[in-house]
């Protein structure tokens, strides 16, 4: 009997062995066994089980013993053939060399191996296109290699809303935000002698309107994008809901107030200016503040500037070379002169905004930003989808001398 045989007849035995171990172990339950019930092994059931691992180990080495002599009977088998005489198989007359031998003895082996010239070198053939096709498998004319998305979307670099969160925000019912303002107030307040008449003060209110301004955009949408793409819906609403934001961001900011435009901070008639001049820039934002103080009786919330106006601030240093603003290893806020600074390049590079936002600004919901799906005309029948996004909103400026402009900076 060959090895291989022998190993596999011992395999087979134990095998059998271990199997006739679990029967005697079997209840009525499919995922667990008595070992009380094994006569076979002799010891208690730790014994028994001892036992058990220990055949299932020999069963392991064994099977990979049987493996290994079959690998090599294999291989050998592969070599008796290439070393059979060609006369030996049948239909095949031959001189009695094996296949190995004759292609070594032959001229396209031998050609190479030399590195022959002449007619020899005409027969200088690589033995392996003997066995193997002309053409190279390559991964552009073969297979090619699978590549899947992570899943990342990179949005486009678009300016991100920059001021929204300055200002105080609240809702309306109406069209319109309608307030009055006190356009004349007259303190006639005086000191007055026993008897003597006093002196009337005076008060003149004007009704204001702000009217509700709607800023909306649509994507059009096939069934298609929708259902074979799962977070497409999400992200695109997403992306509708920031661009009005950013939009509304801008309004706030530079709106030219010709319908439907809302009026911007700076196109609101009756704010105060301030102009740099010969002035540091800083210098000219403080007198800003003083004058927002002063003429709008207001108390200054924050300052909107654009990012190189900050960089060009930041960056001030003494003749020694020391920041003004602390060293760049602070971690240091983006403030000035205590107010909080909005860095938005919506508006113009030179001009700063100083402002009372959270007592003289405001900015009003009718609705806010709604994302809803529906067809246009015939888009049902091409199996397409309208995405609509839309707002509401008015912006309110209470007392316009509550704002002041930097110019020149």
Same mark, same amino acid.
């Given at each position: 009997?060959?090895?291989? @045989?022998?190993?596999?007849? =011992? /395999?087979?035995?134990?095998? *059998?062995? +271990?199997?006739?171990?679990? %029967?005697?172990?079997? !209840?009525?339950?499919?995922?667990?066994?008595?070992?009380?019930?094994?006569?076979?092994?002799?010891?208690?059931?730790?014994?028994?089980?001892?036992?058990?691992?220990?055949?299932?180990?020999?069963?392991?080495?064994?099977?990979?013993?049987?493996?290994?002599?079959?690998?090599?009977?294999?291989?050998?088998?592969?070599?008796?053939?290439?070393?059979?005489?060609?006369?030996?198989?049948?239909?095949?007359?031959?001189?009695?060399?094996?296949?190995?031998?004759?292609?070594?003895?032959?001229?396209?082996?031998?050609?190479?191996?030399?590195?022959? @010239?002449?007619?020899?070198? =005409? /027969?200088?053939?690589?033995? *392996?296109? +003997?066995?193997?096709?002309? %053409?190279?498998?390559? !991964?552009?004319?073969?297979?090619?290699?699978?590549?899947?998305?992570?899943?990342?979307?990179?949005?486009?670099?678009?300016?991100?809303?920059?001021?929204?969160?300055?200002?105080?925000?609240?809702?309306?019912?109406?069209?319109?935000?309608?307030?009055?303002?006190?356009?004349?107030?007259?303190?006639?307040?005086?000191?007055?002698?026993?008897?003597?008449?006093?002196?009337?003060?005076?008060?003149?209110?004007?009704?204001?309107?702000?009217?509700?301004?709607?800023?909306?955009?649509?994507?059009?949408?096939?069934?298609?994008?929708?259902?074979?793409?799962?977070?497409?819906?999400?992200?695109?609403?997403?992306?509708?809901?920031?661009?009005?934001?950013?939009?509304?961001?801008?309004?706030?900011?530079?709106?030219?107030?010709?319908?439907?435009?809302?009026?911007?901070?700076?196109?609101?008639?009756?704010?105060?200016?301030?102009?740099?001049?010969?002035?540091?820039?800083?210098?000219?934002?403080?007198?800003?503040?003083?004058?927002?103080?002063?003429?709008?009786?207001?108390?200054?919330?924050?300052?909107?500037?654009?990012?190189?106006?900050?960089?060009?601030?930041?960056?001030?240093?003494?003749?020694?070379?020391?920041?003004?603003?602390?060293?760049?290893?602070?971690?240091?806020?983006?403030?000035?002169?205590?107010?909080?600074?909005?860095?938005?390049?919506?508006?113009?590079?030179?001009?700063?905004?100083?402002?009372?936002?959270?007592?003289?600004?405001?900015?009003?919901?009718?609705?806010?930003?709604?994302?809803?799906?529906?067809?246009?005309?015939?888009?049902?029948?091409?199996?397409?989808?309208?995405?609509?996004?839309?707002?509401?909103?008015?912006?309110?400026?209470?007392?316009?001398?509550?704002?002041?402009?930097?110019?020149?900076?």
């Amino acid at each position: 009997m060959s090895p291989l @045989a022998s190993k596999r007849e =011992e /395999l087979s035995t134990k095998q *059998r062995r +271990l199997q006739a171990i679990f %029967a005697e172990a079997k !209840t009525d339950n499919a995922s667990v066994i008595d070992l009380s019930q094994v006569t076979s092994i002799a010891g208690s059931n730790e014994e028994k089980r001892r036992e058990i691992k220990r055949l299932n180990t020999e069963l392991d080495e064994l099977a990979q013993d049987v493996e290994l002599l079959a690998a090599q009977e294999s291989t050998k088998r592969l070599g008796d053939r290439l070393d059979t005489p060609i006369g030996g198989y049948p239909g095949i007359g031959g001189t009695g060399d094996s296949f190995g031998s004759l292609f070594t003895k032959s001229v396209a082996y031998t050609g190479r191996s030399r590195s022959a @010239a002449g007619p020899v070198a =005409e /027969l200088n053939i690589n033995p *392996r296109s +003997l066995f193997e096709t002309k %053409a190279t498998m390559t !991964t552009s004319a073969g297979w090619a290699p699978q590549a899947i998305r992570s899943g990342v979307v990179v949005p486009s670099a678009l300016r991100p809303v920059q001021i929204l969160d300055l200002l105080p925000q609240g809702e309306t019912q109406q069209a319109n935000v309608v307030y009055m303002e006190e356009t004349t107030a007259t303190n006639a307040a005086v000191e007055t002698s026993e008897g003597a008449a006093y002196a009337a003060d005076t008060f003149v209110f004007t009704e204001r309107t702000s009217n509700v301004r709607k800023i909306a955009s649509f994507l059009p949408i096939t069934d298609e994008q929708l259902d074979d793409v799962p977070q497409v819906q999400q992200y695109i609403d997403n992306r509708l809901i920031f661009f009005l934001r950013q939009r509304l961001d801008l309004q706030v900011l530079t709106g030219n107030g010709t319908p439907p435009n809302l009026t911007g901070l700076l196109n609101v008639a009756g704010i105060q200016t301030q102009a740099k001049g010969a002035d540091p820039g800083t210098d000219a934002i403080f007198k800003a503040i003083v004058k927002v103080q002063i003429t709008g009786r207001a108390f200054p919330s924050g300052i909107i500037l654009h990012p190189t106006d900050w960089q060009n601030i930041r960056l001030l240093r003494t003749a020694e070379g020391v920041y003004i603003l602390g060293s760049p290893a602070d971690v240091s806020p983006t403030r000035l002169w205590g107010l909080p600074v909005a860095v938005c390049d919506s508006g113009s590079i030179g001009t700063a905004v100083v402002a009372d936002f959270q007592n003289f600004t405001s900015l009003t919901w009718r609705r806010n930003v709604e994302v809803q799906v529906g067809y246009i005309n015939d888009d049902f029948q091409k199996g397409l989808k309208s995405l609509r996004a839309d707002m509401r909103a008015a912006f309110v400026v209470y007392r316009p001398t509550a704002i002041c402009t930097v110019s020149g900076l």
